[in-house]
């Protein structure tokens, strides 16, 4: 009975200690956050992501795509050659939009971006990180090293990244890339200088001198901003190695930006650095002949050209080009085309065992100078011939044993367009001409009759 009674008034304890209301103590409360502020927080990557992140926009590109619609009434000319005939109630056109990224380098608007980002591109949008959208127009572009640069119509001040150097660059230093990978607005990334003067393979074709990072760079990262610790901008991302996840992304170094922005802005295109020198891979026997064991080979030198007035000769064996071994001569070529206006290129050469130091001014390739390469790497005189609504280009003649005899032209052919842009003038291929250098290629599209060929030819 007495053990029974006990139960009960355990019983009813915990009935107490359970009812609402009932006084017992509450176990402590989670502690409040400590809200103080901590300096080590903004790092110097914060301090640099916040300096330049408004600087840094979204390229949107509208592209227009033309579909070829035939009337009743079409030949069979128009039908299978209609590009060259100007029909425009033959042609309906919709907008497709894609997404890039860009880096305003002025406070009136100036914006880097790449040349892939702008090129099928009709009308474009930037975006800002506020949220606004500005109209832009593309002030030129450089297919050959993938920059392009656009300027925003707008009066109002803007934020802009403060350009830096990429020539004093250190292998492992840090480096921050902001851009708008898959359509992701303002996003940023971090990692290392893994390489410069990086060159590699992409596709059919070799790009030389890139700053090479493990920064994520990613579809939409193109044209955005690779700066350094201290948020100056030192290269425009641009390129991804194969797979995205790898790790390997390809920057161009801003030092070789700055100079082609400038001359987009100042004339409207590149200017052409001009030795007179033309060279080919080494072969092993003439690198052993001019006791040379890399390089290229000089083939020819114009007469009158810096090249000439300075001493290179045929035979000769350029060893380095500013400090540099070229390993082909597209290289070299390369690094000639991207040399300044008005500066000199530093050449060691083998000859005969002779180790010689020259420098070679660089000047402007005039477009007349450019249609004489022309000729002579095609063997091609052409003509302007008066037609109805305009004029057109035909071959007048074709050396014997030639490039372009060997590709099949023949005299009274029509060439309508150099390296796709379309000629009609002899002063209109001239300029294409000119500009053509910069790829290291001339591509001709040859009309005869009704048919049309694309036929390429080294131009150096």
């Known amino acids: 009975m007495r053990a029974h009674r006990a139960i009960l008034a355990s019983l009813a304890l915990g009935a107490a200690l359970a009812a609402p ?73 919709y907008a497709v939009s894609s997404l890039g990224s860009g880096v305003i380098v002025s406070p009136d608007g100036y914006v880097l971006t790449n040349n892939h980002v702008v090129e099928r591109g009709a009308r474009f949008r930037v975006g800002l990180l506020d949220g606004r959208e500005i109209i832009a127009k593309v002030v030129g572009t450089d297919p ?36 708008n990978p898959f359509g992701l607005s303002h996003t940023v990334t971090t990692g290392v200088v893994s390489a410069v003067h990086r060159n590699f393979k992409a596709g059919e074709r070799t790009l030389f001198d890139f700053i090479q990072t493990d920064a994520s760079i990613n579809p939409g990262n193109s044209g955005g901003a690779l700066l350094d610790i201290e948020g100056r901008l030192v290269g425009i991302n641009t390129a991804i190695l194969g797979d995205r996840n790898a790790g390997i992304g390809f920057a161009i170094p801003i ?17 052409e650095g001009y030795l007179g020198v033309a060279v080919d891979d080494l072969p092993a026997k003439e690198g052993a002949a001019a006791g040379a064991t890399g390089g290229v080979v000089v083939t020819a030198v114009d007469p009158g050209s810096p090249g000439a007035k300075a001493g290179v000769r045929k035979g000769d064996v350029v060893e380095t080009v500013q400090g540099f071994a070229p390993q082909s001569a597209e290289e070299f070529r390369f690094r000639v085309r991207d040399l300044p206006i008005g500066s000199a290129a530093k050449l060691e050469l083998a000859r005969r065992g002779q180790r010689l130091a020259l420098s070679v ?100």
């Open 21 to 93: 209301g009932a006084s017992a103590a509450r176990p402590n409360a989670l502690p409040r956050p400590d809200e103080r502020p901590s300096p080590n927080r903004r790092t110097p990557v914060v301090l640099a992501v916040e300096k330049v992140r408004g600087a840094v926009v979204n390229v949107s590109a509208e592209e227009l795509v033309r579909i070829r619609v035939p009337s009743r009434g079409s030949s069979v000319a128009e039908l299978l050659f209609g590009d060259f005939f100007e029909h425009p109630r033959y042609r309906k056109g």
């Open 144 to 179: 050959s090293s993938d920059l392009a640069v656009l300027k925003l119509e707008t009066k109002e001040k803007l934020p802009f990244a403060t350009t830096g150097r990429s020539d004093d660059l250190l292998i492992g230093e840090t480096l921050i890339a902001i851009g």
């Open 255 to 271: 030092d070789r930006a700055r100079r082609i922005a400038e001359d987009l802005i100042e004339h409207g295109e590149v200017r």
């Open 361 to 460: 001014p660089s000047v402007e390739l005039s477009a007349q100078a450019a249609a004489e390469l022309a000729a002579r790497a095609t063997g091609l005189t052409l003509g302007e011939e008066r037609v109805q609504g305009g004029s057109v280009l035909v071959v007048k003649s074709v050396a014997a044993g030639s490039a372009a005899a060997q590709g099949g032209i023949r005299p009274g052919d029509l060439v309508r367009e150099v390296n796709s842009t379309e000629v009609s003038t002899l002063s209109a291929f001239r300029r294409a001409a000119a500009r053509a250098r910069r790829s290291g290629q001339l591509v001709l599209l040859v009309q005869r009759g009704y048919a049309a060929e694309r036929i390429a030819f080294d131009f150096q």
